[in-house]
């Protein structure tokens, strides 16, 4: 026969609190997505998608109104529509002449291989110690509840300062990197301090500083990588950067050897990753990078990169019929003639000036 225990009043309360708490909490996880329905009805269809479908007349009007939104109407042409339409004709006829973009393809030239190998380094340190400071938040202060409402809560205002911070004089390298070392010392000095409440505040500040810097590299990143490598780049760098979230708990295990061993492996790694990002350039009020050829400050077609024309898709005949003429003067300068206005290219341009 089962006996049932009736508990009193002051059991009773300490019982269910934490229920109350997780059930409003589950329903405010379950509930928070309703909002993006309403997304179908507000946010325009994509106009690229539009033009790739073949509906040039309704991207025609969402292009529009956009620029009627930025007071730019009197820089579209006239005949949008048509534009767009050839557009969207040299761009299929381009990808029909090219290659498949792979993650191997980030690594082949040598200016966007370091700055891939410096994008997955800086995304595995964010991933790490967001992670690793969000499933710690237990251990940052006398009250879990308190402790992860205040971790959650700053997220909003770090996201939120993001915007001044990436069109600061600082621009989104600068800007990177001080957030970076300030996290860093956050998480250092964390580890030393026996005062809850301070801890609390200088964890927490980390966590502020380390949300930012997230935002900050999606931007930044995206900027780095040329338009041909761009989504294979992010895919790469956020592939990555699931292995700093999986590594996470495991270095929070670290706590068991040292107390606070995760927290000066954090420190030591976010301060690296505050100077390998001084290493890469900066992306504000820059053109973006459209080519590999961009990147690699080089216009020659001879290297066999993505996105340039196949060597077998090109003919001798093709290029007589359109009257591209190219030739070197003595001093080692390349001349082009004829051809369709802006439609010739240059091939050792880098050997030496272009006339």
Request: contains cysteine.
């Amino acid at each position: 026969m089962v006996k049932y225990h009736r508990l009193n009043s002051e059991e009773e309360t300490e019982d269910t609190a934490p229920v109350t708490l997780r059930l409003c909490g589950l329903i405010v996880i379950r509930t928070s997505g309703l909002g993006t329905c309403f997304d179908i009805q507000v946010l325009p269809e994509s106009a690229r998608w539009l033009m790739a479908n073949g509906e040039f007349d309704e991207a025609e009007k969402i292009l529009i109104e956009t620029a009627k939104g930025n007071k730019k109407e009197d820089k579209l042409p006239k005949d949008l529509a048509e534009n767009l339409r050839q557009q969207e004709e040299i761009s299929e006829e381009k990808k029909r002449n090219t290659r498949p973009v792979t993650a191997i393809d980030l690594f082949r030239t040598t200016r966007l291989r370091k700055r891939t190998l410096m994008l997955l380094i800086l995304w595995f340190v964010n991933s790490l110690i967001y992670f690793g400071l969000s499933l710690n938040t237990a251990a940052l202060g006398d009250n879990d509840y308190v402790t992860f409402f205040i971790s959650a809560a700053v997220e909003f205002p770090a996201n939120l300062l993001v915007i001044p911070l990436i069109q600061s004089p600082s621009g989104r390298r600068y800007s990177e990197s001080g957030l970076l070392l300030t996290a860093g010392i956050a998480c250092f000095t964390t580890a030393f301090i026996d005062d809850s409440t301070a801890v609390t505040v200088i964890a927490m500040t980390g966590k502020f500083c380390i949300t930012a810097s997230y935002t900050i590299l999606y931007i930044y990143s995206l900027e780095i990588f040329p338009t041909t490598h761009r989504a294979v780049g992010m895919g790469t760098c956020s592939t990555f950067s699931r292995l700093g979230s999986i590594f996470a708990p495991l270095m929070i295990a670290l706590g068991d050897v040292f107390d606070g061993l995760h927290l000066i492996i954090f420190g030591a790694l976010s301060a690296i990753a505050a100077l390998i990002i001084l290493l890469l350039p900066e992306t504000k009020g820059k053109p973006l990078s459209e080519t590999i050829e961009d990147v690699e400050g080089t216009n020659t077609l001879d290297m066999k990169e993505v996105g340039a024309p196949k060597k077998e898709d090109v003919s001798y005949e093709e290029e007589e019929e359109e009257g591209i003429q190219t030739g070197a003067t003595p001093e080692g300068d390349v001349k082009i003639t004829g051809g369709q206005e802006n439609g010739g290219y240059v091939t050792g341009a880098d050997q030496g000036n272009v006339i």
